[in-house]
């Protein structure tokens, strides 16, 4: 098929209910994917009719940025882009994503009590037929009610000399077991 053929993501036009009012994204610059990602959110809000406003800001000013509560016209933020270990997300349970906590959530502090309501009940069940069904239902409200959008998945590559021995399989570095020969 020619690439004339394919049809651009979205259009110019104003998505159904949007004011015109720019969409703030924090823009970190000193981590490249971080970087990227918002150039990338950018491209696709724009594509589909968002006036997009980049913040630019490194990774120190971003701490104090995403704390903001403020709406956007008043220096809060739409969209900001993080990271978490695999450790970090396991479970409904420990995943800051998945908390509709509100004000005791993760930035953003969406605030579903539904979902509070289901990672409980996945906390206290026991039969893990039930706790599937329960982590299902999560992700379907989470997605659903855009707490969080996973953006991706990777893998850091990491090399160690020969000569270092016993490095433990974690997803996060151990320094125990650790040998040089």
Do not use: C
């Not at 026991?126 to 982590?135: I, Y």
């Amino acid at each position: 098929m020619p690439r004339s053929a394919f049809k651009p993501f979205g259009s110019r036009r104003r998505p159904t209910g949007y004011d015109g009012r720019p969409v703030v994204v924090i823009h970190i610059t000193d981590f490249p994917f971080l970087e990227r990602a918002a150039l990338v959110t950018r491209q696709q809000l724009e594509s589909v009719g968002f006036n997009v406003d980049l913040k630019v800001m490194d990774w120190s000013t971003n701490l104090v940025a995403r704390a903001r509560k403020e709406p956007p016209s008043k220096g809060g933020w739409n969209v900001i882009h993080m990271w978490w270990r695999a450790d970090d997300v396991i479970s409904p349970a420990v995943h800051f994503g998945v908390s509709g906590a509100g004000p005791g959530a993760w930035f953003g502090w969406p605030k579903i009590p539904q979902l509070e309501k289901l990672t409980t009940d996945w906390l206290r069940a026991t039969d893990q037929t039930k706790r599937k069904q329960l982590a299902e239902d999560i992700q379907k409200i989470t997605l659903g009610e855009v707490a969080y959008v996973p953006w991706g998945e990777w893998v850091w590559p990491t090399a160690f000399r020969k000569n270092v021995q016993g490095i433990l399989k974690f997803t996060a570095p151990l320094f125990w077991n650790v040998k040089i020969t």
